[in-house]
């Protein structure tokens, strides 16, 4: 919606795979091996998951579990700031807007490079050699590992509810309830995007440089969507 292209931000590449013990990418990969989640991490893990069609198997059986998806889940929380902040329609209408220009335009460049760059899942690679019996806290996505997209359309939205609420507005993000998951108090937006994007190294899903550059690409999404608006108003 506002990009030049899907690769207007091209984040840093991805750490080489390799399988020499001792490299970069093989320090990356024992990360998620060795982490040993506490009950916080896997309630973070849980809560962020946003899997909108996870599936779980019940004897011979596969069974899909509905859920919400990573963008819904921003714009419930969307809905909740403007909510407490007292907005009226014509504002609520404006920061959703813009919020959702910010996840799809995010959506396009993450999705832009992880088929350019085509890296392996932790799962895979673990398994391969390191335990192949490792299995992680959530269900692995069936597409490219880097980057995350978490870290990327979280990033983007909450710097651009940032820009619209302030940097210490408080609130309790009530989304997953309907799911069975407890409601999170964040002390702020970009709060809440640090731990989505951990979420998925807890999770087991992602490597730590995917979470990282990924939340790098997303706050330059969210400050240019940010700019194009403004500039159109």
């Known amino acids: 919606f506002t990009l030049d292209s899907a690769a207007q931000f091209k984040p840093a590449p991805p750490i080489p795979y390799s399988e020499e013990k001792g ?3 093989f320090k990356l990969m024992q990360a998620n091996h060795d982490v040993a989640l506490d009950l916080e991490e896997r309630t973070i893990a849980a809560f962020w998951d946003c899997n909108p069609f996870a599936l779980e198997n019940k004897g011979h ?8 998806s990573p963008g819904a889940h921003w714009m419930g929380i969307t809905n909740i700031a403007c909510l407490k902040a007292g907005k009226d329609f014509a504002q609520t209408l404006k920061i959703s807007t813009s ?5 799809m335009d995010g959506f396009m460049t993450c999705w832009d490079e992880k088929y350019k760059s085509n890296r392996i899942r932790p799962e895979t690679v673990i398994r391969m050699h390191l335990d192949p019996h490792w299995k ?3 269900q692995t996505p069936p ?4 980057l995350s997209g978490h870290s990327v359309v979280s990033s983007a939205a909450a710097t651009i509810l940032t820009h619209y609420f302030g940097d210490n507005f408080e609130y309790l993000d009530t989304v997953e309830e309907r799911f069975g998951l407890k409601a999170r108090h964040f002390k702020s937006f970009n709060a809440a995007a640090e731990e989505s994007g951990m979420s998925r190294f807890y999770g087991g899903i992602h490597f730590m ?8 690409q997303g706050h ?5 969507v940010i700019s194009k608006l403004d500039r159109a108003q």
């Open 23 to 25: 490299s970069a990418f």
């Open 61 to 68: 059986l596969m069974v899909g579990m509905k859920k919400i």
């Open 99 to 103: 919020v959702a220009i910010g996840l």
């Open 136 to 138: 992680p806290f959530l």
């Open 143 to 146: 597409f490219p590992e880097y």
């Open 209 to 216: 440089d995917a979470i990282e550059n990924g939340q790098t």
């Open 220 to 224: 330059s999404v969210g400050k240019w």
